[in-house]
């Protein structure tokens, strides 16, 4: 299983809302990622998880909060988001973080803020 | 100047043409350079990974890299429709797997 999940794969949301994206593997991956990928844009990276550990934060805004509550999931929380923040968030997954270790993606969340 | 430049195109081929994709860089730092491709609304699935200078072959895909020149390249040879999406070069060089992903190439090939 070389699958990386995420939920929902839409979402739209006002600017006072708060809601999360969902990230789920079982390849017993140990570093967890979150991307943010504009149309016709590379993905840009927000956050790594390294055993369960923030290891990178890319100076991401604090309206978007990361979450990893075991070595399977990930979470990103989002609150008081700006139209500009409208993407699509991609999560990624690879053994031990390392720069050999292949990074799975799932296919995204599209997020829409209005 | 951005760390890695590639020509977002996009790049129209015939079916059987080959493609050239390529990409160059300025960190000197990097070490492992891959190639993703990203169909629409799906995420990115790497497809070539090579470290240092060299190439490397996998099926009708070829990757090579040139550290001297800083310039990363990829073919695909017998282009098929199926093979239309973003090509993302994306070196790396540091111990946390940080990806440093080019502007992407679209590539449509024809039937």
């Known amino acids: 299983d070389t699958e990386v999940t995420q939920t929902p794969k839409h979402l739209v949301m006002g600017m006072t809302n708060k809601k999360s994206l969902k990230c789920e593997q079982h390849?017993?991956?140990?570093?967890m990622y979150w991307y943010k990928q504009k149309a016709k844009k590379p993905p840009e990276l927000m956050f790594v998880?390294?055993?369960?550990?923030?290891?990178i934060n890319e100076s991401v805004p604090s309206r978007f909060s990361p979450e990893c509550p075991n070595s399977s999931l990930l979470n990103l929380h989002l609150h008081a988001l700006q139209p500009e923040d409208s993407a699509l968030y991609l999560c990624?997954?690879?053994?031990?973080?390392?720069?050999?270790?292949?990074?799975?993606f799932g296919p995204g969340t599209r997020l829409t803020v209005l | 100047q951005k760390e890695v430049e590639q020509d977002p195109g996009p790049l129209s081929v015939p079916e059987g043409a080959i493609v050239s994709l390529n990409c160059t860089y300025s960190?000197?730092?990097?070490?492992?350079f891959m190639w993703y491709r990203q169909y629409s609304r799906k995420g990115p699935e790497l497809l070539m990974y090579?470290?240092?200078?060299g190439n490397k072959e996998d099926g009708r895909f070829t990757a090579q890299v040139d550290k001297s020149s800083k310039y990363i390249s990829l073919f695909i040879r017998d282009s098929q429709p199926s093979d239309s999406a973003t090509y993302l070069c994306?070196?790396?060089?540091?111990?946390?797997?940080?990806?440093?992903f080019g502007a992407g190439t679209q590539v449509v090939v024809t039937p």
């Open positions: 994306a070196p790396c060089g540091d111990s946390w797997g940080k990806l440093q």
């Open positions: 090579t470290y240092s200078s």
């Open positions: 998880y390294s055993y369960e550990k923030l290891s």
């Open positions: 960190n000197s730092a990097f070490q492992y």
């Open positions: 390849m017993g991956h140990r570093a």
């Open positions: 990624a997954s690879s053994l031990a973080g390392g720069s050999t270790d292949t990074q799975y």
